[in-house]
């Protein structure tokens, strides 16, 4: 469903797109369109300072919900009416679509201007999610083509006070000691771990953090090109992982069926004692329970053969509309967007990771654990290929069957390999 949603955008973008060759219609303010409903109040405030500083207006445009956010892009795109500054959401493959189509400023010449400045300011994890390299698998001319506005990672939360109350003390470094604890957790009738499970993405997540863990970066992008099979001993290990965490009794009810807002705020009540979550949770926890006592680690690691990666990156970020006749000063926008005092006020406002790592002094305590990562952070939209949609959807809803007790780790890996042999012989 995923590549053909991907086909569909390109073939719309790229033929739709072909209906006129205009420039988007003048204005006389910047208009930025975006999805993010947690940030609108700042994002007015940001625009009211900049006017008083340089004249020119900034509009920010909420569409909500994301689903909504996307349909009007996608329209706009085909129709050549997109706002001056725009994100994109979706995978790689969609950013791919609208660059090839002519809607995007490349704006690495910006970036590298001045001796770099621009982009001295940024996390390499930050830009590299919007930045296309050399000959890479989507056709793109190399380069940097949005801006973020933000950084995320995703890690495991813990509730001090729960831990306290069972008796552990000190979060798990190790996976045996996580499934220890969970196991205590149970004992004393505490729930021991939850996460968004229903939405499949958080899976892909977590096992992409164990399979780096067990067998390495390298292993994982062979298994992804075909050139090591998901049957792979390596692989049964990551997914036999689940059934491990099945075994000790210490998910949630209703894990593999719950979506990440309903799982923010069970942890935020303190009905469970772990969530694997994103850095956003610390704007979500302090809008629920300002007083929640929780602290952030790395996954507990299941081997020592390779250092544990986390899923990162830019966690919002903005493109500039080539077709606009305001790209010029679109650009010099998102140059001051991205400046330490902006990003600042950010952080303090909404509570995000900042993508400017001079921003970084005095954020929050559970902020700080989560940027203190950043150097672990590997992303697919990262890597030099991605698997197949069908086959992410295979592994994803196979552990949902584990979790519920409908499928073994090694009946997952066979079907998993079936799967990737299908789509390779569909596409040859």
């Keep these: 469903m995923r590549l053909l949603l991907g086909v569909f955008i390109a073939f719309t973008l790229i033929f739709g797109g072909c209906a006129s060759k205009d420039k988007a219609v003048k204005k006389d303010r910047i208009v930025v369109w975006h999805w993010m409903t947690d940030r609108q109040e700042a994002f007015e405030e940001l625009s009211k300072k900049y006017e008083d500083l340089t004249g020119i207006k900034v509009n920010f445009e909420l569409f909500s919900p994301p689903d909504s956010y996307s349909q009007k892009i996608l329209a706009a795109a085909q129709a050549k009416t997109l706002s001056d500054i725009f994100g994109v959401l979706g995978e790689k493959i969609d950013v791919a679509s609208f660059i090839k189509a002519g809607h995007v400023v490349d704006l690495t010449p910006y970036l590298e201007e001045n001796e770099a400045e621009w982009k001295s300011r940024f996390f390499t994890s930050a830009l590299a999610v919007t930045s296309f390299e050399k000959d890479n698998a989507f056709g793109v001319t190399e380069g940097t083509y949005a801006i973020p506005i933000d950084l995320m990672n995703i890690q495991m939360v813990c509730n001090n006070k729960l831990l306290r109350q069972a008796g552990i003390q000190r979060p798990p470094q190790a996976w045996e000691e996580f499934i220890a604890d969970l ?106 329970n300002p007083k929640l006592d929780y602290s952030v680690i790395l996954p507990p690691e299941a081997s020592d053969a390779y250092p544990m990666k986390i899923w990162g990156g830019a966690g919002s970020s903005f493109y500039v509309n080539a077709r606009s006749f305001l790209s010029k000063e679109a650009v010099e926008f998102l140059k001051w967007l991205t400046d330490k005092e902006q990003q600042v006020f950010l952080v303090n406002k909404t509570k995000n990771l900042p993508s400017n790592r001079q921003a970084l002094s005095g954020i929050p305590k559970e902020l700080s654990e989560f940027a203190d990562d950043s150097d672990s952070i590997t992303h697919p939209n990262m890597w030099p290929f991605q698997e197949y949609p069908a086959v992410i959807e295979a592994f994803t809803k196979g552990v949902q069957s584990i979790i519920i007790g409908e499928k073994t780790a090694q009946e997952l890996v066979e079907e998993v390999q079936r799967i990737k042999e299908k789509e390779i012989q569909r596409r040859n």
């Design 183 to 288: 196991k205590t957790l149970k004992e004393k009738g505490i729930k021991g771990l939850v996460s968004g499970w229903a939405e499949t993405w958080m899976i892909d997540c977590m096992v992409s953090n164990y399979a780096f863990n067990i067998m390495g970066e390298d292993k994982v992008i062979k298994t992804i090109k075909a050139e090591a099979p998901y049957t792979d001993s390596d692989w049964l290990r990551v997914f036999k992982l689940f059934e491990e965490l099945r075994d000790s009794g210490g998910l949630a009810s209703g894990v593999v069926t719950m979506d990440n807002k309903y799982a923010e705020q069970l942890f935020a009540n303190e009905k469970v004692a772990f969530a694997f979550n994103g850095s956003w949770c610390v704007n979500v926890y302090q809008g629920m």
